[in-house]
Nanobody
Framework: VQLQASGGGLVQAGGSLSVSCAASGRTFGNYAIGWFRQAPGKEREFVAAISWSGSSTYYADSVKGRFTVSRDNAKNTVYLQMNSLKPEDTAVYYC?????????????????WGQGTQVTVSS
């Protein structure tokens, strides 16, 4: 499956932004999707994940209550709605896919990756 993340940009602290992950190539509904981010000089970290049906989601503590992950399998797209953004949310955001319904927080469990989209939150 091929993934392409989009929708990043520059936003002020406290603002909102939505990023998308569009998939192609294989049956999208067979894949759990994870969102990760990497800030300059830091390791890539888990942000959120969603099961293949969309019925289950999982969030990092740092974004819980502010970010919402959802998916539309008919459109082969996963969304990450980010609210109450903070400067520390600044990073390149990546989506990743793995076959099956398990949606782990480890990046090493994911088989396919998108190219990333930059999110910058100004203070």
């Amino acid at each position: 499956v091929q993934l392409q993340a989009s929708g990043g940009g520059l936003v002020q602290a406290g603002g909102s932004l939505s990023v998308s992950c569009a998939a192609s190539g294989r049956t999208f509904g067979n894949y759990a999707i994870g969102w990760f981010r990497q800030a300059p000089g830091k390791e890539r970290e888990f942000v959120a994940a969603i099961s293949w049906s969309g019925s289950s989601t999982y969030y990092a503590d740092s974004v819980k209550g502010r970010f919402t992950v959802s998916r539309d399998n008919a459109k082969n797209t996963v969304y990450l709605q980010m609210n109450s953004l903070k400067p520390e949310d600044t990073a390149v955001y990546y989506c990743a896919a793995r076959g099956g319904n398990w949606y782990p927080r480890s990046q090493y469990e994911y088989d396919y990756w998108g190219q990333g989209t930059q999110v910058t939150v100004s203070s």
